[in-house]
C-alpha cells in the first residue's frame, strides 16, 4: 500500500509563513513528479506549484516569488515553503504523487487527505 500525508498547515497573519510538508510512504519503486495544489470551497481544485524528480519546478502566477517547492528524494518527500502569505492563499493544500508502486507495471497518482491553510488576522 502507498500512502500519501500531508503536515503543517494551521493558521497565520497576512504576510507569515508556513511550511508544508508531504510524505509518500509504503511499497514505492520510483516517484515521478509530486506537487501541491489548493481548494476553496466553490471552486475548482488549482496547481500551486510542481516539482520533477530531476527537481525542475513550475508555479502558478498567484505564488511566483513567494512560494518555493523542494523535495528530498531520499525521503519521498515534498515541500513547500510559503512566504508572504495572503488572505486569498486560505484554503485546504493537498498534495499529489505520480507514483510507481512495486506492485505494478505503470505509474499511479496519489493524492493526500489535504491540510488546512487559514490566513487571517
Known amino acids: 500500500q502507498v500512502q500519501v500525508v500531508e503536515s503543517g498547515g494551521g493558521l497565520v497573519q497576512p504576510g507569515g509563513s508556513l511550511r508544508l510538508s508531504c510524505a509518500a510512504s509504503?511499497?514505492?519503486?520510483?516517484?515521478?513528479?509530486m506537487g501541491w495544489y489548493r481548494q476553496v470551497p466553490g471552486k475548482q481544485r488549482e496547481l500551486v506549484a510542481g516539482?520533477?524528480?530531476?527537481?525542475?519546478?513550475n508555479y502558478a502566477d498567484s505564488v511566483k516569488g513567494r512560494f518555493t517547492i523542494s523535495r528530498d528524494n531520499a525521503k519521498n518527500t515534498v515541500y513547500l515553503q510559503t512566504n508572504s502569505l495572503k488572505p486569498e492563499d486560505t484554503a485546504v493544500y493537498y498534495c499529489?504523487?505520480?507514483?510507481?508502486?512495486?506492485?505494478?507495471?505503470?505509474?499511479?497518482?496519489?493524492w493526500g487527505q489535504g491540510t488546512q491553510v487559514t490566513v487571517s488576522s
Open positions: 516539482i520533477t524528480s530531476g527537481g525542475m519546478t
Open positions: 509504503g511499497s514505492i519503486s520510483s516517484i515521478n513528479t
Open positions: 499529489n504523487a505520480d507514483i510507481k508502486p512495486r506492485s505494478l507495471w505503470v505509474t499511479h497518482v496519489y
